[in-house]
């Protein structure tokens, strides 16, 4: 189950930098989100995602089957979305998943861990968590929420990012975060 949360905690150490790098240049709008197939997952983004390349260290990349990542960025909001198989013997995680992300997104960042919510979730017959998580850095509320979900040995996470006093990129992370499913 450590490993379940490196891997995690690697995407969310992503996602986090690259949010906390532009907290300070607007936000996204409800009324751009449209359906997408990704990962095995159906959810609504603002604009197709893209292809995320994340590198991992060889000792991680030996428990993992196979891993897809993809990516929306738009100024202070950013939503990534990865699925990831392990090899047999490993058992995904949810609650390994979002602490070790949540870890590393507040060392990663130099960012303060103020508080997190999260609750047991069933999606599409997958069980798992659904978070938000409230950072601070330099005087600023960074928000994060999204899902975790695990079946055996698959594991899917959708992290969104976006800097807390704007109100449509809240009401945006939260539509999408409603809109998950698994893909037919």
Not at 41 to 59: G, N, T, V, Y
Not at 95 to 114: C, I, K, P
Not at 130 to 157: C, H, N
Request: charged share 20%; proline share 4%.
């Amino acid at each position: 189950m450590r490993w379940v949360g490196i891997v995690a905690g690697i995407v969310g150490a992503i996602v986090g930098a690259s949010v906390v790098r532009a907290v300070f240049k607007g936000g996204v709008s409800p009324k751009d989100l449209r359906p997408h197939a990704v990962a095995g997952l159906s959810i609504q983004f603002p604009a197709a995602p893209q292809k995320l390349e994340i590198e991992l260290p060889a000792a991680v990349r030996s428990k993992i089957l196979s891993t897809e990542s993809y990516q929306y960025k738009a100024r202070n909001f950013e939503a990534v979305l990865s699925r990831v198989v392990y090899v047999v013997g490993i058992q995904a995680s949810p609650e390994g998943a979002l602490e070790g992300a949540l870890a590393n997104v507040a060392s990663s960042q130099s960012m303060t861990r103020v508080r997190e919510d999260k609750k047991a979730v069933n999606v599409s017959g997958c069980d798992g968590l659904r978070f938000t998580a409230l950072f601070s850095k330099s005087g600023k509320d960074v928000e994060a929420q999204g899902v975790i979900l695990a079946r055996g040995p698959s594991l899917w996470s959708v992290f969104v990012v976006y800097l807390k006093e704007n109100s449509n990129s809240r009401e945006t992370a939260t539509l999408m975060v409603d809109s998950i499913r698994l893909a037919p």
